[in-house]
């Protein structure tokens, strides 16, 4: 079946300009993730949705960054006049989350790779 | 907070040799344990995980056990092989479902 779904797969962008990265999940899976992976921070923690509950955005490094969900499916994440160290690889995942959630695999996206000049 | 340590690459190793990529961890409450895998031009996939203390995760002919006593899940393989080249990624999940990475290792395998 179809896995996670990412896009644009690249995108360039200058200084001061806002981006949107778009993650299509696995059909079903309630829990959606936002990670980036850079040369310097390695891989890190964005963002959280779990079904129709706040999202966890305690790893949004700052208010420029921003992440919607609708219908509990597609997602969005916005990154509002960006800087140079935004340049990252930005992941998606998915997973069928439920009381156990933290045990579930995490199915990953191709990502977007983020180059901001 | 929750964070991971895993040994620094890259590793060269030859055909048939044994491999061993260490990882300790640091984290509140009972955490899953995970490796994932990153082969050049592809995804994070799994590799393997293990839930609970003393369970013993595998997968093809890669295993790591989850060892409390020492905080540890190191990643070993009996017989690596050039197919196997990749960036290793050691992660837990703490008291959320978040992720939480090692810096990655990357391992080459030559004939």
């Known amino acids: 079946g179809a896995g996670v779904s990412q896009s644009p797969s690249n995108k360039v962008t200058e200084k001061g300009k806002d981006v949107e990265l778009r993650c299509d999940p696995i059909?079903?899976?309630?829990?959606l993730y936002w990670y980036r992976q850079s040369l310097g921070q390695g891989l890190e923690f964005l963002i959280y949705?779990?079904?129709?509950?706040?999202?966890?955005k305690s790893g949004l490094p700052s208010d420029r960054f921003s992440a919607e969900r609708t219908g509990g499916s597609v997602s969005t994440l916005t990154i509002q006049r960006t800087q140079q160290e935004d340049s990252a690889v930005y992941l998606c995942?998915?997973?069928?989350?439920?009381?156990?959630?933290?045990?579930?695999?995490?199915?990953f996206g191709p990502g977007t790779r983020l180059t901001v000049l | 907070g929750d964070s991971v340590t895993q040994m620094e690459g890259p590793v060269t190793l030859s055909e048939e040799a044994f491999l061993t990529i260490n990882c300790t961890y640091t984290?509140?409450?009972?955490?899953?344990l995970f490796w994932y895998v990153q082969y050049p031009g592809e995804g994070l996939q799994l590799l393997l995980k293990?839930?609970?203390?003393?369970d013993k995760g595998s997968n093809k002919g890669f295993e790591a056990t989850y060892r409390k006593e020492t905080t540890s899940f190191h990643l070993e393989k009996g017989s690596v092989q050039v197919s196997d080249s990749a960036v290793y990624f050691c992660?837990?999940?703490?008291?959320?479902?978040?992720?939480?990475f090692g810096t990655g290792t990357q391992l080459k395998v030559e004939l």
């Open positions: 984290a509140t409450g009972y955490p899953s």
């Open positions: 293990a839930t609970k203390a003393d």
């Open positions: 059909s079903g899976h309630t829990a």
């Open positions: 949705f779990q079904g129709n509950s706040a999202p966890d």
């Open positions: 995942a998915s997973s069928p989350s439920g009381q156990s959630g933290r045990h579930n695999e995490q199915f």
């Open positions: 992660a837990l999940t703490g008291g959320g479902n978040k992720l939480t």
